[in-house]
């Protein structure tokens, strides 16, 4: 680990604050008036998932942590574990539902993702962008329905349920954004 000073965070950095890892979202630098200058930040706590803002003084050194990414291929789950293999030695490593989050809605058999270390122990995962998943529940479509502004639930294989224009149905495949959980277009 190595300090940086709170005004050299960026975006993706991850960070040791209060004793638990975050990855840092977003940061803006504030300098109100004649006071002391700080850096907002927005940060997801790697552990629980939980979003936090949380400003810090512009002097302040903060620990930056540095994560070994290995590229597994995940392979099934049994209740709450879920089973992933290395893609190079073809080692299994089980990762509970608490430890992935809302990971888990983005996992299919065979997908392959990069599961984040710190100090040889698993600590989450980093999807893909995107991912392709099937809808396998949703309102029946509206005859003559065009892509507007209304949007309707879906339920998709792993259980996530996002909004979707009218014109999508179940059995479809659509692109879904792992950042925001949100429909990008239909495949």
């Known amino acids: 680990m190595s300090s940086v000073k ?107 993702v990069k599961v984040e270390f710190f100090e040889n122990k698993p600590i989450g995962l980093d999807l893909p962008d995107t991912i392709d998943l099937t809808v396998v529940h949703t309102e029946p479509t509206v005859q003559k329905a065009t892509a507007s502004a209304v949007m309707k639930p879906a339920r998709l294989e792993t259980g996530l349920v996002i909004q979707v224009p009218p014109f999508v149905n179940n059995g479809d495949r659509v692109k879904v954004d792992t950042s925001e959980a949100r429909y990008v277009q239909r495949v």
């Open 6 to 112: 709170a005004t050299q965070l960026r975006p993706g950095m991850v960070i040791q604050h209060e004793g638990q890892l975050f990855t840092v979202f977003s940061t803006e630098h504030r300098t109100p008036g004649n006071k002391r200058g700080s850096m907002q930040t927005r940060m997801k706590n790697l552990r629980t998932g939980a979003i936090i803002d949380y400003r810090f003084r512009a002097e302040e050194f903060v620990e930056r942590a540095f994560l070994d990414e290995v590229e597994f291929e995940y392979l099934y789950n049994e209740g709450d574990a879920y089973h992933f293999m290395n893609t190079e030695t073809y080692e299994q490593i089980q990762l509970t539902k608490n430890e992935l989050g809302e990971s888990v809605y983005y996992l299919i058999p065979n997908t392959v």
